[in-house]
């Protein structure tokens, strides 16, 4: 048994038992690690404002090779992402981005990568204010793909190598790309817009809170929603859906007396 | 066989599968009602029983209750114009304990819980929305504070707010008897923000 110690986001928490708490961390040097923090409910618990989904923290623990879930012996909190306390859609958001990893990775594989990006995601939209914060979520899936070694082909024809221009193409899940207009005639495949090919080609490139001063119409919205959803369902298995972009659209589509603003900083007097 | 007994060995296993309940208190309860007089087996037994088919939730609150509605919800001393939102009955007990709220509950049955796919359909939230009326002055929102608790206290603010009612959270703090040095900084900043004036 040896103590490790690192940094990592909280992806999800359990209650166990009467006062224990298991978490699921995505941590710098150790990938995903499962953990068990004794007691960590009580008001006297040394964990007392870690164990919460979002959250950036410390952690050390003894690691043992043969279980599954490790004991946690020490945490500190880095940072809670306060601001997105009251925003509905940036806490949404945050948590569809802890749900893609939590879901998506499947062992300890360390990758700094991962971590970096999921830690300025969550900053990006803890900072999002009033700002497209969805904009920061699909530059996170854009780079999560790539990352995961599925990195699809925004900007030329799969079948003839073709430029994509403004006509837009064909997008292909299972192929890893997209199709020219006119060699995706005959093949199929989701119809997509220029703008939306644009957006996607942009974002891989794109410095993360840039990404909250996209202002996509409807139409390319719904476009690259549907083709993260497509891409994820063909080449990462367990993944048919994330559930809490489920919740959000759900709210949007319910869209009842503006519950769901672009900005929703709720105030409680 | 670990146990000579099958019929101790089965009661063990229930009682294994009760919350906080290990193997070692499962045997220590067994043991205390096998050697303990049969009346107080009997009397622990018909109080399970009656469990489910005396006690059911409250159709106006969703408290557990013997009487539908159920005790606070008819008690007339209670002030109507405030409703009290929690997670759970537990919850209830809880603020109920400390005898300074005299006002009405309604109780969500859990809380909104994007990653677990909860939304407002599995929750008791509609109910909620139908006894908002003119009369309510207050609705306190007193889910957790998690995650998914203020998510749902956000998500119920944003659905009152055209309601005209006044909705409240209650107060983050320093929990009494607790030192600074120890808090973490959400409840620290929290508690800054929220601080009251001192009365002379």
Same mark, same amino acid.
């Given at each position: @048994? &040896?103590?490790?110690?690192?940094?990592? &986001?909280v992806l999800k928490a359990w209650n166990?038992?009467?006062?224990?708490r298991i978490l699921s961390? !995505?941590?710098?040097?150790?990938?995903?690690?499962?953990? &068990?923090?004794?007691?960590?409910r009580?008001?006297?618990?040394?964990?007392?404002g870690?164990l919460e989904p979002l959250s950036?923290?410390?952690?050390? !623990?003894?690691?043992?090779?043969?279980?599954?879930?490790?004991?946690?012996?020490?945490?500190?909190?880095?940072?809670p992402h @306060?601001?997105l306390i009251g925003d509905m859609r940036g806490t949404v958001l945050g948590l569809a981005?802890l749900e893609?990893?939590y879901?998506?990775?499947?062992?300890?594989?360390?990758? &700094?990568?991962?971590?970096?990006?999921?830690?300025?995601?969550?900053?990006?939209?803890?900072?999002?204010?009033?700002?497209?914060?969805? /904009?920061?979520?699909?530059?996170?899936?854009?780079?999560?793909?790539?990352? @995961?070694? !599925?990195?699809?082909?925004?900007?030329?024809?799969?079948?003839? /190598?073709?430029?994509?221009?403004?006509?837009?193409?064909?997008?292909?899940?299972?192929?890893?790309?997209?199709?020219?207009?006119?060699?995706?005639?005959?093949?199929?495949?989701?119809?997509?817009?220029?703008?939306?090919?644009?957006?996607? !080609?942009?974002?891989?490139?794109?410095?993360?809170? +840039?990404?909250?001063?996209?202002?996509?119409?409807?139409? +390319?919205?719904? +476009? #690259?929603?549907? @083709?993260?959803?497509?891409?994820?369902?063909?080449?990462?298995?367990? #993944?048919?859906?994330?559930e809490s972009?489920?919740f959000l659209? /759900?709210m949007?589509?319910?869209?009842?007396?503006?519950?769901?603003?672009?900005?929703?900083?709720t105030? #409680?007097? | 066989?670990? =146990?000579?007994?099958?019929?101790?060995?089965?009661?063990?296993?229930?009682?294994?599968?009760?919350?906080?309940?290990?193997?070692?208190?499962?045997?220590?309860?067994?043991?205390?009602?096998?050697?303990?007089?049969?009346?107080?087996?009997?009397?622990?037994?018909?109080?399970?029983?009656?469990?489910? *088919?005396?006690?059911?939730?409250?159709?106006?609150?969703?408290?557990?209750?013997? *009487?539908?509605?159920?005790?606070?919800?008819?008690?007339?001393? %209670?002030?109507?114009?405030?409703?009290?939102v929690l997670e759970e009955?537990?919850d209830?007990?809880?603020?109920?304990?400390?005898?300074? =709220?005299?006002?009405? =509950?309604?109780?969500l049955g859990g809380v909104l819980s994007p990653l677990d796919g909860v939304g407002e359909?599995h929750l008791?939230i509609?109910?909620?929305?139908? %006894?908002?009326?003119?009369?309510?002055?207050?609705?306190?929102i007193a889910t957790n504070p998690t995650v998914e608790g203020e998510l749902t206290a956000s998500y119920l603010a %944003?659905?009152?707010?055209?309601?005209?009612?006044?909705?409240?959270r209650?107060?983050r703090?320093?929990? =009494?008897?607790?030192?600074?040095?120890?808090? *973490?900084?959400v409840?620290?900043?929290?508690?800054?923000?929220?601080?009251?004036?001192? *009365?002379?």
């Amino acid at each position: @048994m &040896v103590i490790l110690k690192t940094e990592a &986001v909280v992806l999800k928490a359990w209650n166990l038992g009467e006062t224990s708490r298991i978490l699921s961390v !995505y941590s710098r040097d150790h990938g995903k690690v499962k953990l &068990v923090a004794k007691g960590g409910r009580t008001l006297k618990s040394k964990f007392r404002g870690c164990l919460e989904p979002l959250s950036r923290i410390t952690i050390e !623990y003894y690691d043992k090779r043969t279980r599954d879930l490790q004991l946690l012996g020490r945490s500190d909190l880095l940072d809670p992402h @306060m601001k997105l306390i009251g925003d509905m859609r940036g806490t949404v958001l945050g948590l569809a981005a802890l749900e893609l990893i939590y879901r998506a990775v499947a062992g300890e594989e360390r990758s &700094v990568e991962i971590y970096d990006l999921l830690s300025e995601t969550l900053s990006a939209l803890n900072g999002a204010g009033g700002g497209f914060a969805e /904009g920061i979520f699909w530059r996170f899936e854009t780079r999560f793909i790539s990352l @995961m070694g !599925y990195q699809p082909t925004w900007d030329n024809c799969l079948s003839c /190598g073709s430029s994509l221009g403004k006509e837009g193409g064909f997008f292909q899940a299972s192929s890893g790309g997209l199709l020219c207009a006119s060699c995706g005639v005959s093949r199929g495949g989701l119809v997509v817009a220029g703008g939306t090919l644009d957006i996607l !080609y942009w974002l891989q490139g794109a410095p993360v809170f +840039e990404a909250a001063k996209l202002e996509p119409t409807d139409g +390319e919205k719904a +476009e #690259i929603r549907k @083709m993260f959803d497509l891409y994820f369902k063909v080449h990462i298995e367990h #993944i048919q859906g994330l559930e809490s972009l489920k919740f959000l659209y /759900g709210m949007e589509s319910t869209n009842r007396q503006g519950i769901f603003p672009a900005s929703s900083n709720t105030e #409680i007097h | 066989m670990e =146990y000579s007994s099958r019929t101790l060995e089965s009661l063990i296993e229930a009682l294994c599968g009760l919350p906080g309940i290990g193997t070692k208190s499962a045997q220590r309860i067994a043991l205390h009602l096998v050697q303990g007089g049969k009346n107080e087996a009997e009397h622990l037994a018909r109080s399970i029983m009656d469990l489910h *088919d005396k006690v059911s939730s409250c159709s106006v609150c969703f408290n557990l209750t013997e *009487d539908d509605p159920c005790a606070i919800c008819r008690d007339p001393k %209670r002030d109507e114009s405030r409703i009290c939102v929690l997670e759970e009955p537990k919850d209830l007990m809880a603020v109920e304990r400390t005898g300074i =709220y005299n006002g009405k =509950y309604h109780v969500l049955g859990g809380v909104l819980s994007p990653l677990d796919g909860v939304g407002e359909s599995h929750l008791h939230i509609q109910e909620l929305m139908k %006894r908002i009326h003119p009369g309510i002055s207050e609705i306190i929102i007193a889910t957790n504070p998690t995650v998914e608790g203020e998510l749902t206290a956000s998500y119920l603010a %944003r659905l009152l707010k055209p309601m005209a009612v006044r909705v409240t959270r209650i107060a983050r703090g320093i929990p =009494y008897g607790g030192s600074l040095e120890f808090n *973490d900084m959400v409840t620290l900043s929290k508690a800054m923000e929220g601080r009251l004036e001192v *009365d002379s």
